[in-house]
């Protein structure tokens, strides 16, 4: 069974930057996977940030960006903001046709 | 507005069943994959099923195969989810999601594959 990993938690400091990553426990993520990362507030539905490892989406500030680093998928907020605090998660799109999601990191900015 | 409005989430017994519907707007719903997506109490994100544009194909997680079935009315602009034999740990906030179709670029085509439209979600509670 795939499993997709991230951080549970993470803390970075306003104005900082943070790498979140998203690996697999078995291999390694490539943009074959189309990595995807989403951002979720209580009580909201998810907000896409990034898909296809590093394109924004529309809407999205450009201190949100993807990556490949590594063996695992990674996003980078620069310059983070306190409206910055959420839960995010990322996706990856399996060879049998269906999504995984990792079980997603709580950032705190503080 | 383009848009995803789930209904049919609410209080039933274990064993129960349930049936989720999605209601799409203002985008030509046929041409697009769909998908359900759950988040228990606390939890993080889970994908449950897939269908395609036409219905042809479908796929389901392990944690709900044989139990839940995906559709979708393509006249009517809509996806569902019956849910049967309902468990407590099926409790949870279930969204629908659109999957962002693929795109024609100058130099073929780009294939995305990444939910690009949520809906707000519907809660099912399963409890005696």
């Known amino acids: 069974q795939t499993v997709v990993t991230q951080e549970a938690s993470f803390s970075v400091s306003p104005g900082g930057t943070v790498t979140l990553t998203c690996g697999l426990s078995s291999g390694s993520v490539s943009t074959t996977y189309y990595p995807s990362w989403y951002q979720q507030t209580p009580g909201q539905a998810p907000r896409t940030l990034i898909y296809n490892t590093n394109t924004r989406s529309s809407g999205v500030p450009d201190r949100f960006s993807g990556s490949i680093l590594g063996n695992k998928a990674a996003l980078t907020i620069t310059g983070a903001q306190a409206d910055d605090e959420s839960h995010y998660y990322c996706?990856?799109?399996?060879?049998?046709?269906?999504?995984?999601f990792g079980g997603g990191t709580k950032l705190t900015v503080l | 507005e383009v848009q995803l409005v789930e209904s049919g989430g609410g209080l039933v017994q274990p064993g129960g069943s349930l049936r989720l519907s999605c209601a799409a707007s203002e985008f030509t719903f046929t041409t697009y994959e769909m998908n359900w997506v759950r988040q228990a109490p606390g939890k993080g994100l889970e994908c449950l099923s897939y269908i395609s544009s036409s219905g042809n194909t479908i796929y389901y997680a392990d944690s709900v195969k044989g139990r839940f079935t995906i559709s979708r009315d393509n006249a009517k602009n809509s996806l569902y989810l019956q849910m049967n034999s309902l468990r407590v740990e099926d409790t949870a906030v279930y969204y629908c999601?659109?999957?962002?179709?693929?795109?024609?670029?100058?130099?073929?085509?780009?294939?995305?594959?990444?939910?690009?439209?949520w809906g707000r979600g519907t809660l099912v509670t399963v409890s005696s």
């Open positions: 996706a990856l799109y399996m060879a049998s046709g269906f999504w995984v």
């Open positions: 999601a659109r999957v962002a179709p693929t795109r024609r670029t100058a130099t073929g085509t780009l294939r995305l594959r990444y939910f690009d439209l």
